[in-house]
């Protein structure tokens, strides 16, 4: 009942709207004009703050003197002085991140009321208050945990999948995108000398295949336990990839410029491709059952005792050194340092088209719930953007 519009006129996407309680005004963006007005609540002095300088205000908070918001276009969380819109600052911009509804948390906002039922609550992680009247709470975990049988304690989940990265001697597990603060867990380490180069994680059970270059080795190593053992020795390992249908293991061979299968199961080596130039990377494809290889200006799909072979050949690929496989899309991401660039080649299709181009000098990629990760050359940053942007 009683209900007043503030503002009638001049209005074409209003889409962000926060209240600033002290001085009793309503703001407001408009993403279609690419503006942030101001108005008092009982409809009087409207104001611009912001013309043309917010690209596409979603969401907006206030708090003290500073306006902040999601801009879609830049991609980034910015903020300016709620008064004339000067100071103006990006403060939150990464690649794969796209900010949406944003919020402010403070201790001055806290409004007086009945005391919080988590407050001394056992949840590990995160406890849900109930609805009021109730001084009930629940237990919560991050997507990547369950509870323990208590329902206060979250555990790891063996259904969960876990993104691995490495540094040049050890081995973390991470959920980067987890609510809250990042986490890693240390998941084991090599002796000296150590020189991780490659990974290959093993989707049939805890073994993560590994090339030490520093002491010249690929090496298995037990998630679960920690343990490491040598799988085979010498200088010429490139990029390895494992299929767990047939529990064999690629490499490149970096001297003899060819794609090497090792049996695990009979230690037995086979040359499955080899090429009058040297392979730059390589990933075995189990959906498919096939081996894609990166070469300078093409990838090659191989099936293995098949002699007729399937070349992607652009000018793009200067030098296709990371390559990885998304079932969900259906595609093959490249990562190319000398381009500086990631592309994407839809299955079944004859053309390379570009994914990200002016980044780092792509190393390594991995592609984890509809998210394609990578990190750059001299980089210390995992990033990430959606496989279906």
């Known amino acids: 009942s009683n209900k007043k519009d503030l503002v009638s006129d001049g209005l074409v996407w209003p889409n962000g709207l926060t209240v600033d309680e002290i001085l009793d005004r309503v703001y407001w963006s408009d993403a279609k004009k690419d503006t942030i007005e101001s108005i008092h609540m009982d409809g009087s002095g409207r104001m611009v ?4 300088v917010a690209k596409h205000p979603f969401s907006m908070a206030v708090f003290e003197d500073s306006l902040y918001w999601s801009d879609w276009e830049m991609q980034e969380i910015v903020s300016c002085n709620k008064f004339n819109g000067k100071d103006f600052k990006t403060l939150v911009k990464e690649a794969g991140i796209r900010p949406m509804g944003i919020t402010l948390a403070h201790p001055l906002l806290i409004q007086s009321g009945p005391p919080s039922p988590c407050v001394d609550s056992p949840c590990s992680h995160v406890c849900l208050p109930k609805p009021l009247p109730s001084t009930e709470f629940t237990c919560a975990c991050p997507s990547h945990l369950v509870l323990d049988s208590a329902g206060t304690a979250c555990e790891d989940s063996s259904l969960t999948s876990t993104l691995l990265l490495s540094t040049s001697t050890h081995i973390y597990s991470l959920h980067p995108q987890t609510i809250g603060l990042t986490s890693h867990k240390a998941i084991g380490s090599i002796p000296s000398p150590g020189l991780l180069t490659s990974l290959a994680a093993n989707s049939v059970d805890s073994m993560v295949y590994v090339v030490n270059r520093g002491a010249e080795q690929i090496l298995a190593m037990d998630r679960e336990t920690g343990s490491v053992n040598p799988v085979m020795y010498g200088d010429q390992f490139g990029a390895i990839s494992y299929d767990p249908f047939s529990n064999n293991l690629f490499w490149v061979d970096v001297h003899k410029m060819s794609v090497v299968v090792h049996s695990l199961s009979s230690s037995a080596n086979m040359v499955a491709v080899s090429s009058t130039s040297s392979p730059l990377s390589m990933v075995f494809v189990p959906e498919k059952n096939r081996l894609v290889v990166g070469e300078n200006g093409k990838i090659s799909i191989v099936q293995l005792g098949n002699p007729d072979v399937q070349e992607i050949v652009s000018y793009k690929l ?25 592309y994407r080649w839809d299955w079944g299709t004859e053309e390379v088209v570009p994914v990200l181009e002016n980044i780092g000098e792509v190393v390594s990629m991995a592609v984890k719930d509809g998210l394609l990760y990578w990190v750059e050359k001299s980089g210390t940053s995992l990033l990430w953007i959606s496989i279906y942007n």
């Not at 703050?49 to 043309?52: A, E, Q, R, V, W």
């Not at 390559?323 to 000398?338: H, T």
């Open 49 to 52: 703050i912001l013309d043309t």
């Open 318 to 342: 200067s030098s296709p050194g990371s390559l990885v496989y998304s079932a969900q899309a259906d595609a093959v991401f490249i990562g190319d340092a000398a381009s500086r660039a990631i």
